[in-house]
């Protein structure tokens, strides 16, 4: 049964790997339409291990499940599989809410406004695809009761976002305003 549950998590974890490689060509073409529109790059020295942590749960996640033997529980891997998949419709929500201004780099088009759409209509969450990337490194290892690999993947994402995305994201946004 562990092996079965196995390979349909692999399974899972390699489509949310292509996934990513979806987004990363949506973002080549929204950037280099950024940049004709005189779009300016912040945090380029932080993206790199962006790439690393992301890279590193959907690895982690499988290694810990095929190397520690980790099982399915059904208990906790059908609510994670829910929440795994209402991330991947949230990140969706979130690119198609900010169109052409969607990036996985901080690229902003000075005198551009903000988009004030789907989840960024709301004025008290400012940064809902982080709210939606911290869910998602719970819930998709959690689907394997991959433990480590989620608690790994918390607190280096929480490191990563609090002292360097986030505060390039509101500088860059600050910079673009003025």
């Known amino acids: 049964m562990i092996l079965f549950s196995a390979v349909w998590f692999t399974a899972f974890v390699l489509l949310t790997g292509v996934e990513r490689l979806v987004e990363l ?3 080549k073409r929204n950037a280099s339409w950024a940049f004709a529109r005189g779009g300016v790059e912040s945090g380029a020295q932080h993206f790199p291990a962006m790439v690393a942590l992301h890279t590193g749960l959907l690895v982690g996640a499988l290694a810990e499940v095929w190397l520690l033997g980790r099982p399915f529980i059904p208990a906790l891997g059908w609510p994670m599989l829910t929440i795994a998949l209402l ?9 198609a809410s900010l ?14 406004a903000l988009q004030r759409r ?9 940064h809902p695809n982080y709210v939606i990337v911290a869910a998602e490194g719970i819930a998709l290892p ?9 608690l790994v993947f918390t607190v280096l994402n929480a490191i990563l ?18």
């Open 99 to 112: 169109g052409r201004q969607w990036n996985t780099r901080v690229i902003v088009v000075p005198g551009m």
């Open 118 to 126: 789907g989840p960024y209509r709301w004025q008290w969450l400012r």
């Open 161 to 178: 976002l609090l002292r360097f995305r986030i505060p390039a994201e509101e500088r860059a946004l600050r910079a673009a305003a003025s």
């Open 142 to 150: 959690l689907v394997h009761s991959a433990w480590i690999t989620a």
């Open 25 to 27: 060509v949506i973002s």
């Open 87 to 95: 991330c991947q419709a949230g990140r969706y929500w979130v690119i």
